[in-house]
């Protein structure tokens, strides 16, 4: 069973790619990184102020503080719980 997430994009990440993937970011969006392998997602800022979302971010805080050495943001979770909760807040 599949799910399409059109308010998300995915990009593989490489060291060698890490300079210019601020340049491949639209305005209105930013980076997280997520699950074992570290798939970059970009995703809408306003997903920010979404409980479900914020329950993500405080895992983060926990997991890693405020030091992110990807230059994105690391979610520790699986990519399976971030697709659905995005998934969740495409529905809203």
Not at 58 to 70: L, T, V
Not at 73 to 91: A, G, M, Q, W, Y
Request: with cysteine.
């Amino acid at each position: 069973m599949g799910f399409r997430l059109p308010a998300i994009r995915r990009a593989s990440f490489t060291a060698r790619q890490a300079t210019s993937k601020s340049e491949d970011i639209p305005k209105g969006y930013f980076a997280v990184y997520v699950g074992e392998k570290q798939n970059r997602f970009v995703i809408p800022i306003s997903y920010l102020n979404q409980p479900s979302f914020q329950d993500l971010l405080s895992q983060a805080e926990e997991e890693f503080g405020y030091d992110h050495p990807m230059g994105g943001l690391t979610i520790p979770c699986s990519e399976d719980v971030f697709k659905h909760t995005i998934s969740c807040l495409n529905r809203q």
